[in-house]
T-cell receptor, first 113, second 114 residues
Framework: DQQVKQNSPSLSVQEGRISILNCDYT??????FLWYKKYPAEGPTFLIS?????DKNEDGRFTVFLNKSAKHLSLHIVPSQPGDSAVYFC????????????FGQGTTLQVKP | EAEVAQSPRYKITEKSQAVAFWCDPI?????LYWYRQILGQGPELLVQ????????DSQLPKDRFSAERLKGVDSTLKIQPAELGDSAMYLC????????????FGPGTRLTVL
């Protein structure tokens, strides 16, 4: 049972445009959500997080939106840069449990110059 | 900048052999995690430590996998015997606390079982 799903395996955008990566979850107990970026042969790097008491969190070019009623979150990257090309994972946790992260399958983003 | 250290970076072994991976978390991080990532999938938690205690090992195949964090600092993950299906990236992560804290990942160990 996949509790966190990223239904788009890949996304290609032009440099300077917006990249929108989507993530859906099924467990209503999840209350903390994170996005990680991963380059080949490296471990995931934390990008941005949001708690369930918010619906938006912004950090520079990165903004995460949370829609609790739809159990959906998205990561917006504006403007997209070639260096953003990587695999992006969304993750969710239930802080009342052990706080372990449940990851989606990942979306490969390619930003073309 | 503080980082999570892992070794080795790459390991090739034959099935039925024993392998061990080492992780040194960021100093001061009480919570340590071992994940397994199969190509094309997201990381999956194998075991979570709070200091030296295991708080979640529900997904750890205990017939062949073991993990320890004896002094509550560095940790070792062992597989004995290795099977072909164990080929994956093994990632270690640490965080200050278990909830509402981002986890910081090491570079991982790429295991290939022949």
């Amino acid at each position: 049972d996949q509790q966190v799903k990223q239904n788009s395996p890949s996304l290609s955008v032009q440099e300077g445009r917006i990249s929108i990566l989507n993530c859906d979850y099924t467990n209503s107990m999840f209350d903390y959500f994170l996005w990680y970026k991963k380059y080949p042969a490296e471990g995931p790097t934390f990008l941005i997080s949001i708690s369930s008491i918010k619906d938006k969190n912004e950090d520079g070019r990165f903004t995460v939106f949370l829609n609790k009623s739809a159990k959906h979150l998205s990561l917006h990257i504006v403007p997209s840069q070639p260096g953003d090309s990587a695999v992006y994972f969304c993750a969710a946790s239930d802080s009342s449990n052990t706080g372990k992260l449940i990851f989606g399958q990942g979306t490969t983003l390619q930003v073309k110059p | 900048e503080a980082e999570v250290a892992q070794s080795p970076r790459y390991k090739i072994t034959e099935k039925s052999q024993a392998v061990a991976f080492w992780c040194d978390p960021i100093s001061g991080h009480a919570t340590l995690y071992w994940y397994r990532q199969i190509l094309g999938q997201g990381p999956e938690l194998l075991v979570q430590f709070q200091d030296e205690s295991v708080v979640d090992d529900s997904q750890l195949p205990k017939d062949r996998f073991s993990a320890e964090r004896l002094k509550g600092v560095d940790s070792t993950l062992k597989i004995q015997p290795a099977e072909l299906g164990d080929s994956a990236m093994y990632l270690c992560a640490s965080s200050l606390a278990s909830s509402y804290n981002e986890q910081f990942f090491g570079p991982g160990t790429r295991l290939t079982v022949l």
